[in-house]
């Protein structure tokens, strides 16, 4: 099982995660959890990719814009800088795609560095841990600079502001740091440069959780809810730590279809998987399934004769696709598309050079944690991944294919 983040401690001693100097100021230090505590840098400069020109992002997060909304990563500084201009509706929100893991009842910590532009007219900044629904996270309007806590449970959302102290300045770099825990316990913590910048939802005082829920993308957004001023926000690098949980939850699973169906040498679909839109475990509502998907490979076998097998990443299917459950929870199949060939990329390739034979397409090089996934993304539509076989001259029919994943998050 590979470990994403690291950690010290073992099941005698507190865990503490590194580097970190505030340790000691939050709740205490993380408890004695054996060993169980799961620190990932989820944004970092060296794994920034280009967006063309001087804009770019960061692997794993997703872009959403309208109006003078717009992205650039500065090379001197190491940073993304979101814009807007001063248009009604301009909006550049940046997203992690992933959900990250929390253990009921433990502390849940992110720290991340920032800097604001200046306030202005309909202009509303935002960066925490956050999605449209929960979250906390530093908020800059006109009004003031606040930590807000946001709330789904009462059925829509609600951001409840709390001031920050006049001597905190947003327009430097600063280095935050917030702290909460999602039960009844409830306190919610704002560390500004290892200094206690706010404290709110008292210990003991809640008897319900205050978040509809506490697993959440890290989030970054800029916009203007009328015409008024335009503005910046510049971010750095972020990092989430989970009492209770040493690594992200990982899950193998894998699809066997068996196709009875001539393969031409103009191709014939042979698998299709791609992430359910929602996901109920057990007895938990429905949610947005935001899981990273990681395609490990793709085996087909035949004895009737040689065939190629390519892979492709949300080609275009056409005709009448039947989408149907897997053994994982958040994830669907189907096998009555068409694919056409007209789009998509590549990500796959080999060959049956024999009547009867046996191809296995390596993914890892492809799919990898936490960059390239299948994943509903945080903006985007669904991925799709197409298996497909083109016959060499001869149908070929049957053919027996495993298309195999690991779902982390």
Request: charged fraction near 15%; include cysteine; aromatic fraction near 8%.
């Amino acid at each position: 099982m590979r470990t994403h983040g690291t950690s010290r401690g073992t099941s005698d001693t507190p865990t503490i995660i590194e580097p970190d100097s505030i340790h000691g100021t939050m709740f205490g230090e993380f408890r004695a959890v054996a060993s169980k505590t799961c620190s990932y840098v989820i944004h970092d400069p060296a794994s920034m990719i280009s967006l063309g020109g001087s804009a770019a992002r960061h692997k794993d997060f997703a872009v959403d814009s309208a109006g003078s909304g717009a992205i650039e990563y500065l090379p001197n500084e190491r940073a993304v800088r979101l814009t807007v201009g001063g248009d009604a509706g301009a909006r550049m929100s940046y997203r992690q795609n992933l959900y990250n893991p929390y253990n009921p009842g433990c502390q849940q910590r992110i720290t991340w560095t920032s800097k604001f532009g200046a306030a202005g007219t309909n202009l509303e900044t935002r960066i925490g841990y956050f999605d449209d629904n929960d979250g906390v996270l530093v908020r800059r309007t006109l009004a003031g600079d606040n930590l807000i806590v946001r709330s789904s449970t009462s059925g829509s959302m609600v951001e409840t502001p709390h001031a920050l102290p006049a001597g905190l300045d947003l327009s430097k770099d600063n280095i935050f740091a917030s702290a909460f825990e999602w039960l009844g316990a409830g306190d919610v913590q704002l560390f500004a440069n290892n200094t206690l910048a706010k404290r709110v939802i008292q210990a003991g005082t809640l008897s319900s959780p205050f978040m509809r829920r506490p697993n959440l993308p890290f989030s970054v957004e800029i916009k203007n809810v009328g015409a008024g001023a335009s503005g910046a926000i510049t971010f750095y690098c972020a990092k989430v730590a989970s009492e209770g949980a040493d690594v992200f939850d990982e899950t193998n699973s894998s699809l066997a279809v068996t196709t009875s169906t001539n393969i031409t040498t103009t191709g014939l679909m042979l698998a299709q998987i791609r992430p359910k839109s929602t996901i109920t475990l057990g007895s938990i509502t429905a949610q947005d399934n935001r899981a990273l998907y990681l395609p490990t490979s793709v085996t087909v076998s035949t004895a009737s004769a040689a065939m190629t097998v390519g892979v492709y990443l949300n080609g275009t299917v056409t005709g009448s696709p039947s989408w149907a459950a897997t053994e994982d929870a958040g994830i669907e199949r189907d096998v009555d598309g068409t694919f056409d060939g007209s789009s998509g990329r590549l990500v796959g390739f080999g060959s049956i050079d024999a009547a009867i034979g046996t191809v296995t397409i390596d993914l890892t090089k492809e799919f990898g944690f936490p960059g390239r996934a299948l994943s509903l993304g945080a903006f985007t539509g669904q991925d799709a991944l197409q298996v497909v076989g083109f016959a060499r001259a001869a149908p070929v029919n049957p053919a027996v294919t495993i298309v195999r994943w690991t779902r982390i998050g």
